[in-house]
């Protein structure tokens, strides 16, 4: 049993990857960010969920790494006709997943099941489950005060500068079955956290009370990939959120972020002269993490299928040694 | 002023033509059905004020008569593929028109507000407004049980044999602003009693409060144009439902219906030998409603035109004799 933590799109490329990479995928479950849901237009939106399902169900738009793949937007010009609010980019097939999504949890079923139901209907062949089912909203604190995850993210196209970040409803939420049965399940092999935003996508995970603890006494080791490469982030607001909150933009500060769960790291080649120092780092010069240096960009579904080989592979070492 | 009363397909087509033969297309208020509205994927659906907002913004689809021209069907398909209800035609432009209404609705806005507004924003020149702001729902009656609208007239077909109809709500509803003032206003030159069904279309509006009093009592000729033709429905369910109810499917038919509040009735050329026994039926063979023989078929937007011209002249005629 492998578990991967994942946000958007970076995530969800190596949750693909890990399915490609394993025998049997149905041995692979993917928990999922829910911080940056949403209700717009009447309708319950999850947007990292969708990624991560799309993807895995290899039907996202390869260009954008959201959406749906040949998506069309019929839908949105006619509403934008009509004065509606046409920010958020819901496309006419991508649609039908929040309408469906909302009407099942009107009717009382658990973001889990809608969940697992719509990912196996578009036939992802390993598991997908969000962080929680109950409602968790990522806060942005920015200089021009709180703003919804939404807001921050696609109306104000991340600009204004980050000061903080709360994840509301966290402290009440529970991990979902199927997460919390993975961590205490004794065939768990490996974690995987997905190279996602460590601030916008997988802390909201980890403040789910319970995670943090959990990954720490798992028996599994946990393995992070760097979404930090040269000093930048490969897609999204990472590198600016990182220096707004006045930590350095780098690989290091990300290990740093979750080294008291970490067991291994995933640096790119780019990042090589940064190997030693992140596995000295911390308890007076004792190796704590194990560093393991491999190309993580992902341009192709080989490049998934080959960086996620590598992860399980280095995880096995761990777990061995 | 005048004001035409329609349900769907056929009562849309006669009030384009009131449009497309008024001088000044805000003369006409065209007052619609929303027996036929419901609640499907959560969103509100107003079947006949949407087919009269697209019908007279020139967006209709020429081929149903309703639903949009050009229209595409991916998010239909996706939802199918979703294991979703697909049941219930939702084009992707058209979906436009019931999210923003709904959110509309839900933020408060009446549905006067909200038809006047869209139907403005797709280039409608002459007023549509509901025949109310309250919920009525149309439950028809069947040997099978009560059917909401909507299960009886798409989900089965009309398939199911009609023993009546009601309209809950309908009690407490009241005429929309637009319906009540255009009834009252002293401007009122005609009340056309659109081709549409007698029982599922014209009846709702009928059973709102002060509707047939003020109908009977108003200055105004009221002239009704036959959506039976040599005994059958032009479209839809109307004749069958007559036979069902044990009434003969016959213009005739229709104008005893409409008799208590009819001034002037209009007669296919199809059913000219009908027009003596229309007249002098009722009243002891007095002569209470002018019947006029016109061609009523309307398959382009001359016909429509033409024939509208025709009733507007008919009324004329009333108003002055």
């Not at 097939?93 to 009407?103: G, K, Q, S, Y």
């Not at 308890?283 to 579904?301: F, L, S």
Request: net charge neutral; with cysteine.
């Amino acid at each position: 049993m492998i578990l991967a933590l994942a946000g958007g799109v970076g995530g969800a490329k190596l949750a693909a990857g890990l399915q490609a990479a394993l025998k049997a995928p149905a041995e692979l479950l993917t928990v999922v960010n829910t911080g940056d849901d949403f209700e717009h237009l009447g309708l319950r939106i999850s947007p990292d969920l969708d990624t991560v399902t799309y993807t895995l169900s290899g039907r996202a738009n390869p260009e954008t790494g959201w959406g749906l793949a040949g998506e069309t937007w019929h839908f949105l010009d006619a509403l934008a006709a009509l004065g509606g609010e046409d920010w958020f980019r819901l496309g006419d097939r991508d649609l039908a997943t929040h309408v469906e999504r909302t009407r099942r949890l009107r009717a009382g079923e658990t973001l889990s099941r809608v969940t697992s139901d719509l990912s196996r209907r578009l036939g992802v062949p390993s598991r997908i489950a969000p962080m929680c089912d109950e409602r968790v909203r990522t806060v942005v604190e920015t200089d021009g005060g709180d703003l919804p995850f939404q807001e921050y993210f696609v109306r104000r196209a991340c600009e204004p500068a980050v000061r903080g970040l709360r994840f509301e409803g966290a402290a009440s939420a529970r991990m979902s079955t199927a997460f919390a049965s993975a961590l205490a399940d004794p065939a768990l092999e490996a974690v995987v956290v997905c190279p996602s935003n460590p601030y916008l996508s997988v802390d909201p995970i980890l403040a789910i009370p319970g995670v943090r603890g959990s990954l720490v006494r798992c028996a599994a080791p946990v393995v992070a990939v760097s979404p930090i490469v040269g000093g930048r982030a490969l897609k999204g607001p990472a590198a600016k959120i990182m220096e707004e909150l006045g930590v350095e933009a780098s690989a290091a500060a990300v290990a740093d972020r979750y080294r008291d769960l970490l067991d291994g790291f995933v640096l790119d080649e780019t990042d090589r002269a940064l190997a030693g120092a992140i596995e000295s780092a911390g308890a007076g010069g004792r190796v704590r993490v194990r560093v393991r240096v491999e190309r993580t960009i992902m341009h192709t579904g080989e490049d998934r299928t080959r960086l996620a080989a590598r992860v399980l592979e280095f995880a096995r070492t761990l777990r061995e040694g």
